[in-house]
């Protein structure tokens, strides 16, 4: 359920909603001691009530904030309310790459604008030993200016924690589970087993793939659909 304008979360003051998704609700809000526009992203009720992984989000997100990066979105907090955990991060204008991306596919140029600055975000993170494991285009986003944000570093690697015999009966079936999103998934990733910055290699191969041709590299929304499953 949407938070309504006005909530508070410590000194963050929900103003609208900006989106949901797999990974929550994220949120418009004023931090009204800094006097600057935030965004608010209020995480699934698994990493909630389970104390290993809010320790484990805790302790991802002290080395997702450590990320300095122009393209990289800045985490600026993290806190617990009332049962509901919620991550502070710099509220980023423009369009996800989703909405940019036209049916044709965008101007060689600009693909190639953009890919290498979400590559110079991978490159970085990947030296600091952070894996996105959920790169794609909604996750993308881009400023007026062609300026890119890559968003949501590291959470897909705290949900990881949470791969169990539930996510095994989800993840066969349904796009933007826990563990990432089947379209843009490597094949390791999409059978469950442990990845490396070469998951992200592969992601960003077929959000390369997308920006140019506009259409996504694996269409199926199942492993099997996808081709990552043998029948």
Same mark, same amino acid.
Request: charged share 20%.
């Given at each position: 359920? *949407?938070?309504t &304008?006005?909530? @508070?979360?410590?000194?963050?003051?929900?103003e609208?909603?900006?989106?949901?998704?797999?990974?929550?609700?994220?949120? /418009?809000?004023?931090?009204? #001691?800094?006097?600057r526009?935030?965004?608010? @992203?209020?995480?699934?009720?698994?990493?909630?009530?389970?104390? =290993?992984?809010r320790s484990? !989000?805790?302790?991802?997100?002290?080395?997702? /904030?450590?990320?300095?990066? &122009?393209?990289?979105c800045?985490v600026? =907090?993290?806190? /617990?309310?009332?049962?509901?955990?919620f991550?502070?991060?710099?509220?980023?204008?423009?369009?996800?790459?989703?909405?940019?991306?036209?049916a044709g596919?965008?101007?060689? =140029? $600009?693909a190639?604008?953009?890919?290498?600055?979400i590559?110079? *975000?991978?490159? !970085?993170?990947?030296?600091?030993?952070?894996v996105?494991?959920?790169? @794609?285009?909604?996750?993308?986003?881009?400023? @007026?200016n062609?300026?890119?944000?890559?968003l =949501? !570093?590291?959470?897909?690697?705290v949900?990881?924690?949470?791969?169990?015999a539930?996510?095994?009966?989800?993840?066969?079936t349904?796009p933007?589970?826990i563990?990432?999103?089947?379209a843009?998934?490597? &094949?390791?990733?999409?059978e469950?087993?442990?990845v490396d *910055? #070469? /998951?992200?290699i592969?992601?960003?191969?077929?959000?390369?793939?997308?920006?140019?041709?506009?259409?996504?590299?694996?269409e199926?929304?199942? #492993?099997? $659909?996808?081709?990552?499953?043998?029948a």
């Open positions: 359920m *949407a938070l &304008p006005g909530t @508070k979360f410590g000194p963050y003051e929900i609208s909603l900006l989106g949901m998704g797999g990974m929550g609700e994220v949120y /418009s809000a004023r931090d009204t #001691r800094l006097q526009t935030v965004a608010i @992203k209020i995480l699934p009720s698994h990493l909630s009530s389970n104390p =290993d992984l484990r !989000f805790e302790q991802e997100a002290k080395s997702i /904030s450590a990320l300095q990066h &122009p393209n990289i800045v600026h =907090d993290i806190g /617990s309310q009332n049962g509901v955990d991550m502070v991060m710099e509220c980023v204008s423009g369009r996800t790459l989703d909405l940019v991306i036209p596919g965008l101007p060689p =140029d $600009a190639i604008r953009y890919a290498v600055q590559a110079d *975000a991978l490159a !970085f993170a990947h030296a600091a030993g952070i996105h494991r959920d790169l @794609k285009p909604s996750n993308v986003m881009v400023d @007026k062609g300026l890119v944000k890559v =949501d !570093f590291g959470l897909a690697k949900s990881k924690a949470a791969a169990t539930a996510e095994s009966a989800t993840m066969a349904t933007g589970t563990v990432g999103t089947i843009y998934m490597s &094949p390791e990733q999409a469950g087993k442990l *910055a #070469r /998951s992200d592969f992601s960003f191969g077929a959000l390369l793939y997308e920006m140019l041709s506009g259409r996504r590299a694996f199926g929304k199942s #492993r099997r $659909a996808a081709g990552r499953d043998p």
